[in-house]
């Protein structure tokens, strides 16, 4: 699973779906932010918590202090993910 904005295509990945990005840096930079903004939104109908993630990959495209915290937690997630692996494949 591919999560983030693929430089080649332009378009948003998240999972198996895939959203096309607006080119400009401002039109990404708006499009994350109105996305974080509608995720604190999120216990009103068809806006949830969800687009605060969202947007914050949509930031982290062209901002570097968000690049920086996303890149953090993935290698985190990715170091997480291998120790839990290496446990389970340990008790079996």
Same mark, same amino acid.
């Given at each position: 699973?591919?999560?983030?904005?693929?430089?080649?295509?332009? !378009? /948003?990945?998240?999972?198996?779906?895939?959203?096309?990005?607006?080119?400009?840096?401002v039109? =990404?930079?708006?499009?994350?932010?109105?996305?974080?903004?509608?995720?604190?939104?999120?216990? /009103? %109908?068809? /806006?949830?918590?969800?687009?605060? %993630?969202?947007?914050?990959?949509? @930031?982290?495209?062209?901002? %570097?202090?968000? #690049?920086? =915290?996303?890149? =953090? @937690?993935?290698?985190?997630?990715?170091?997480?993910?291998?120790? !839990?692996?290496? #446990?389970?494949?340990g008790?079996?």
């Amino acid at each position: 699973m591919k999560f983030g904005i693929d430089h080649k295509t332009g !378009r /948003l990945n998240v999972g198996k779906w895939s959203l096309a990005m607006p080119r400009s840096r401002v039109g =990404r930079i708006a499009t994350g932010s109105a996305l974080i903004v509608g995720g604190t939104l999120g216990f /009103l %109908p068809i /806006l949830g918590f969800w687009m605060i %993630p969202l947007g914050l990959v949509v @930031l982290s495209h062209d901002l %570097p202090a968000v #690049r920086r =915290r996303r890149r =953090r @937690l993935a290698v985190w997630w990715a170091y997480r993910q291998n120790r !839990r692996s290496n #446990r389970k494949e340990g008790q079996q």
